[in-house]
């Protein structure tokens, strides 16, 4: 499609405008444009204007409107359709807000009639357009084939309703024939024209004209005198003859013509309705899966129609919904993607893969290309209906414009989780830095003392200096360690390896590991007997214990011991490990557990932040609790509870 | 003990990592009137020093560059008894005990003291140069006597089930070596109960509670969390 239109002379690029009558020569007129359009390199519209005269072959028009339209959309026209009361204006109107910089109009190669008695179309174009550049086109006369088309109006045709309009002035002449001895003859023509507008209503223009002529025949015949003879005496009556007629014939027009009117007011009612149930249904819809359903939902209901939606995934397209029972094949889903590659509708009842069971259109978003929607109208007819193509193009438009909604509210929800995250990344990086550095200078700081040649330190001193070292370098194990551990947890890595495990081995094991810091402080550990071997990964549990004891020596004074206990609760093994320290504010209870809390302790115990939330972790991840308690008695209370229900599979 | 080795005055020590601070720090630490010091730094070149060098113990890095760990202890298993020491910085336990499984005989965690590495090799040496066992094993506060399947504690004789006194054998035979759970259950009760692990659970806390002080701070049986138990001398 020629989309990069060459500027004229003036700088302006060009832009062709193709209006075109619906009639059989506007696929030369089109085809004559789109041959200047490439010429010029100019990018070029097609207009097709209803106008109340014009609309009243509504059906057939429409679908030959509907034809032309999508031959000048498949050879690179953007096509609109607009209904107004004057076609010149609204012409006008459509090269002024496209910057139309020539129109291109049709002229019959002979004149018809009406065109000699009036002005023509194209030269009411001419004069009425303005500024704007008119080209205009001469056209052969195509063998009238639009008009033969028309000749198969609407309306109920048939002998049975003009045996109809015949049998109702029959009925009116019956009628008129009882009431003639209280009745002027003139006042019966109004009976007459009572059947007219009736049969106009009912049946259409064709048999109001057949009734009114069978009207002022009947009319005639019995009432004129001489009466049962088509003989008129008194010549006025010729006057009500061509009054009734005419009259008559002037009814049946307008009431056709608001039938059609009533009628298409009453479709658009129906697509106005439609699309407004979809927008609500839209604006309800929180996700993209809400909102496909509300499509499909509208869709079905709207257009009597299956319809299915498609999305790129990866290389190609796939179907993230359909109406039940729809399916689509390889010929078809090759459709959709020349669709959404092309962004133009392609399918059955266009000029591209119209064997296609379905008719698809793209889903466009200023942004680019959403996805395809496939459509399958119920009937054969409705895919070449303009209204029904009209209602998809803004059904599929609505339906991009709310996805493309739902994704910017998703992206912006994202953007906010990630800026979230990122702060707190920057403070766990923070705090882990400062962790990680603080024993490292410690280290440091003693390595380069003991190397430094001058600095004549005493034996006493440097054996200090060594103690700190080794002292910071476990601390700083213990940290990478439970660092480890907390990324292996947060990650979900970790996979509990359970054992049938021993409370007393657990607590033994946590002892032991601790024996470097605890060796100058009492333990007491109080573990009731037979205690049942619970399902516990022991490493990890290790891990827990050591963590709590570690916590409590630190946070309680030198010379207090640390209790640990263990005995069954309520279908739980309760181990719990008891200080003599200043405990915590009750506010503060839940805290501890957070990532990288710490206790505002004065000496500066010097923890990672990490211990408490590695234990909860762990624990949790064993089907157990772990709680922080005051105790009544002064000191802190970390209870652990695992499951006794895991010992059943040993 | 220098004196039993009669190629010369020397303990060979192959250090087979890939990490060249860490092979420094081992030589400048083991290079003494005690070990001589070979180094290898790929699992391949640790296999060919193996054949050539005749090491009295391996120090093997898990994580070498070009071969596992594991399957260097597996090669060099098929053809020599070398006691293999592992070092690893893996904290998972199924590496140690797939290492131990496969032949190692003991393990140490980096970072590692070195009073505690000394210790290891000690033990090992002293493991690969016992042909026959004491008749008295003693330990601390702990005596078996085997000829007279006697164990007493403090000099109190103590009451064992056949099981837990093959346990205590089995753990005495190897001590200062980790024994795996599966290793245990094996050539105690069998391969039929290596899905049982809580009857040697219960046998080792039965145990405990008849040899240590004080079960919860055992002296003699250590836990190695997730791996198995070590016997400890003293």
Same mark, same amino acid.
Do not use: C
């Given at each position: 499609m020629n989309t990069d239109s060459k500027r004229d002379s003036s700088g302006a690029p060009e832009r062709l405008l193709a209006c075109i009558s619906?009639?059989?020569n506007s696929e030369k007129l089109i085809r004559a444009t789109r041959r200047l359009a490439d010429q010029l390199g100019a990018q070029w519209y097609t207009v097709y204007v209803e106008t109340p005269s014009n609309s009243k072959y509504t059906r057939e028009n429409s679908e030959r409107v509907w034809h032309f339209l999508r031959l000048a959309e498949s050879l690179g026209a953007q096509v609109t359709s607009v209904a107004a009361m004057s076609i010149v204006d609204a012409i006008k109107e459509c090269a002024s807000r496209h910057g139309i910089t020539r129109v291109v109009v049709g002229k019959p190669g002979r004149p018809r009639l009406k065109d000699r008695l009036f002005l023509p179309i194209h030269e009411k174009i001419i004069r009425g357009i303005g500024k704007v550049d008119v080209l205009v086109v001469s056209l052969?006369?195509?063998?009238?084939n639009g008009r033969k088309v028309r000749?198969?109006?609407?309306?109920?045709?048939?002998l049975i309703s003009y045996l109809f309009c015949f049998l109702l002035i029959a009925m009116v002449t019956i009628a008129c024939e009882f009431l003639r001895p209280v009745l002027d003859p003139t006042n019966m023509v109004m009976f007459y024209l009572l059947a007219v507008v009736i049969v106009s209503v009912r049946l259409g223009r064709k048999q109001a004209v057949v009734t009114s002529v069978l009207g002022v025949m009947a009319f005639d015949f @019995?009432? /004129?005198?001489?009466?049962?003879? @088509?003989? /008129?005496?008194?010549?006025?009556y010729l006057i009500t003859f061509a009054a009734l007629f005419v009259v008559g014939m002037v009814i049946s027009s307008l009431v056709a013509r608001a039938g059609e009117r009533a009628e298409v007011l009453r479709m658009r009612e129906v697509q106005t309705a439609s699309l407004y149930y979809l927008s609500r249904d839209l604006t309800a819809a929180v996700d993209i899966q809400s909102v496909l359903n509300a499509v499909v939902r509208n869709v079905e209901e709207a257009l009597k129609a299956r319809l299915t939606i498609l999305f790129p995934t990866g290389p190609g397209l796939d179907v993230v919904v359909a109406s039940k029972g729809l399916k689509l094949d390889q010929y078809d889903c090759s459709v959709a993607e020349w669709a959404f590659q092309n962004g133009s509708m392609a399918g059955r009842?266009?000029?591209?893969?119209?064997?296609?069971g379905l008719f698809f259109l793209p889903l466009r978003t200023p942004v680019g290309l959403l996805g395809v929607m496939g459509i399958g109208f119920e009937h054969e007819d409705d895919y070449q209906s303009q209204d029904y193509r009209r209602l998809a193009d803004a059904f599929a438009a609505q339906a991009s414009m709310a996805m493309e909604r739902v994704n910017l509210a998703k992206q912006a929800e994202q953007a906010k989780i990630i800026q979230a995250r990122e702060n707190l990344e920057r403070a766990l990086l923070n705090s882990i830095s400062h962790d990680l550095r603080t024993p490292l200078s410690s280290i440091t700081g003693v390595l380069t003392s003991l190397k430094?040649?001058?600095?004549?330190?005493p034996d006493q001193s440097r054996r200090e200096l060594l103690d700190t070292a080794c002292g910071e370098a476990e601390r700083l194990n213990r940290f990478v360690a439970n660092l480890l551990d907390m990324t292996r947890i947060e990650s979900g890595a970790v996979r509990l390896k359970l054992e049938p495990g021993d409370v007393q081995d657990l607590v033994g094991c946590a002892i032991g590991a601790l024996e470097p810091i605890a060796k100058n402080r009492q333990i007491v550990v109080r573990i009731e007997p037979m205690l049942p071997l619970v399902a516990m990964d022991m490493v990890l549990m290790t891990q827990v214990m050591v963590n709590l004891i570690e916590n409590s020596l630190k946070y309680s004074p030198a010379d207090s011991p640390v209790e640990i206990g263990a005995g069954l609760g309520q279908d739980c093994l309760e181990i719990e490990v008891c200080d003599y320290g200043k405990g915590i504010a009750e506010t503060e209870l839940q805290r501890v557990?957070?990532?990288?809390y710490r206790l505002p302790v004065p000496e500066g115990a010097?923890?990672?932040?990490?211990g408490l939330s590695i234990c909860k972790g762990i624990v949790e991840a064993h089907n157990g609790s772990i709680k922080a308690e005051n105790r009544p008695s002064g000191g802190l209370r970390m209870v652990v509870r695992l499951p006794l229900d895991g010992t059943g599979e040993f | 003990m220098a004196g039993q080795n009669n190629r010369n005055s020397f303990y060979k020590i192959l250090v087979v990592d890939d990490e060249s601070a860490i092979r420094r720090f081992l030589s400048t630490v083991l290079s003494n009137d005690e070990f001589l010091l070979h180094e290898a730094e790929s699992g391949n070149a640790g296999l060919a020093a193996a054949a050539?060098?005749?090491?009295?113990?391996i120090l093997l890095d898990l994580g070498l560059p070009d071969l596992d760990g594991i399957e260097v202890i597996r090669r060099i298993r098929e053809w020599s008894q070398v006691p293999i020491i592992v070092l690893s910085v893996?904290?998972?336990e199924d590496d140690k005990v797939a290492a131990l499984d496969a032949g190692a005989d003991d393990y140490l965690t980096k970072p590692f003291g070195v009073g505690e590495l000394m210790a290891r090799i000690r033990a090992a040496l002293r493991r690969s140069q016992q042909d026959v066992p004491e008749p008295v094993f003693s330990s601390g506060n702990l005596q078996v006597d085997f000829p007279r399947r006697l164990v007493s504690v403090d000099g109190q004789e103590v009451q064992l089930t056949p099981t837990e006194y093959d346990l205590l054998r089995l753990l005495v035979t190897h001590v200062g070596k980790v024994m795996t759970h599966s290793q245990i259950l094996k050539q105690?009760?069998?391969?039929?109960?290596?899905?049982?692990p809580h009857v040697l659970r219960v046998n080792i806390s039965n145990l405990r509670r008849k040899i240590e002080t004080d079960p919860s701070r055992?002296?003699?049986?250590i836990t190695e969390p997730g791996v198995g138990y070590r016997l400890k001398t003293y």
């Open positions: 619906g009639g059989p052969e006369l195509a063998s009238d000749s198969t109006a609407m309306g109920k045709s048939g @019995f009432f /004129v005198p001489p009466r049962l003879t @088509f003989e /008129v005496v008194d010549t006025q009842g266009t000029d591209i893969y119209p064997a296609s430094a040649d001058d600095l004549n330190l557990f957070d990532k990288f010097g923890g990672t932040g990490l | 050539t060098v005749r090491p009295d113990v893996r904290e998972r105690i009760w069998g391969v039929a109960y290596l899905e049982q055992p002296q003699h049986i």
